[in-house]
C-alpha cells in the first residue's frame, strides 16, 4: 500500500508547465500544469464497471443458460468462474486469486490459466485505461481545444506566440494527448500492480489510487487558496472572481 502510495504521488506531481504571461497585466506571468495523470483515476472506474459488466453477463448466461459451452465459462458452486472466457476476462482482485501455491485457487485452475488471466488483465486494464482516459478528457473540457479557449477566456497567453485561441491549441496538442494516454495506461498498470500486491483494508486497487488522487488534489487545492489569499490579483486573473 505504501509502496503504490508513493508511486501515485510522485505521478501526480510530475508535470509540464507551459509558461503564461497575461496580455494585459505587465510582468504577470503563471504556469499551465500538463500532468501525467492529466485525465485523474476517474477513467479506471469506467474500466472496472465494463469489467463488472462482462462478468455480470456470464453469471446471467451461466444461470440461464443450461447447456452454456464450456469455452465460455464454467462456473463454481459459489458462482464464480473457473474455466473458459469469463475466467480469462475477470480480474484478478487479491493475491490469493493468482498466487497459486496459497492452497486458495480451485485444483482445477493450473498455473498457466492463472498467467493467461493476468495478462488479459493486464492489457484489459492499460488498453482501456488509455481509451477511456481520451473519452473522459474530451467529454470534460479538458481537451486542447476547450483548454486553448479557457486560456483565452482567462487573458493569458503563451510567450513568443501570438494571442490565438488555434495557436495556443496547437501548442496544446503537442503535450495533452500524449500525456493522457501515458497516463491513462500508467493509471491501469498500477491498478493491476495495487489488486496483485495487495492493500491494507482489503480494498481495491482503484479504490485505493482514488483514495489517494483525491488526497492529494485537495491538498492542491488547499494550496491554491493559499496562494490566492496572498495575491487577489491572481483571483482575478484566472476568473475566480
Known amino acids: 500500500t505504501v509502496f503504490i502510495f508513493g508511486i501515485v504521488v510522485y505521478a501526480e506531481s510530475v508535470r509540464v508547465e507551459i509558461p503564461l504571461s497575461h496580455a494585459r497585466v505587465k510582468g504577470a506571468r503563471g504556469r499551465f500544469p500538463v500532468k501525467l495523470i492529466y485525465a485523474s483515476v476517474l477513467p479506471m472506474i469506467l474500466v472496472?464497471?465494463?469489467?463488472?459488466?462482462?462478468?455480470?453477463?456470464?453469471?446471467?448466461?451461466s444461470s440461464q443458460w443450461a447447456g452454456m459451452p464450456a469455452i465460455l465459462g464454467t462456473y463454481s458452486e459459489q458462482g464464480q468462474p473457473i474455466g473458459g472466457l469469463f475466467y480469462y476476462l475477470n480480474p484478478i482482485q487479491s493475491r490469493g486469486q493468482w498466487m497459486w501455491f496459497l492452497g486458495e485457487i480451485p485444483a482445477s485452475v493450473e498455473p498457466w490459466m492463472i498467467a493467461?488471466?493476468?495478462?488479459?488483465?493486464?492489457?484489459?486494464?492499460?488498453?482501456g485505461g488509455a481509451i477511456f482516459a481520451i473519452f473522459w478528457v474530451e467529454t470534460t473540457g479538458m481537451g486542447p481545444e476547450a483548454t486553448a479557449k479557457q486560456i483565452q477566456n482567462s487573458g493569458m497567453q503563451i510567450p513568443g506566440f501570438r494571442r490565438n485561441p488555434q495557436v495556443v491549441e496547437k501548442v496544446m496538442e503537442r503535450y495533452i494527448p500524449?500525456?493522457?494516454?501515458i497516463g491513462g495506461a500508467l493509471v491501469g498498470l498500477l491498478a493491476v500492480m495495487a489488486n496483485l500486491l495487495g492493500t491494507i483494508g482489503q480494498v481495491s486497487g482503484t479504490g485505493l489510487l482514488l483514495a489517494v488522487s483525491?488526497?492529494?488534489?485537495?491538498?492542491?487545492?488547499i494550496a491554491e487558496e493559499q496562494l490566492m489569499e496572498m495575491h487577489p490579483m491572481m483571483r482575478q486573473m484566472f476568473g475566480n472572481e
Open 48 to 61: 472496472r464497471a465494463l469489467q463488472a459488466n462482462i462478468q455480470f453477463l456470464g453469471q446471467i448466461l
Open 178 to 181: 500524449q500525456v493522457t494516454v
Open 116 to 127: 493467461i488471466r493476468l495478462a488479459i488483465d493486464l492489457a484489459f486494464m492499460i488498453v
Open 214 to 221: 483525491i488526497t492529494y488534489k485537495l491538498y492542491e487545492e
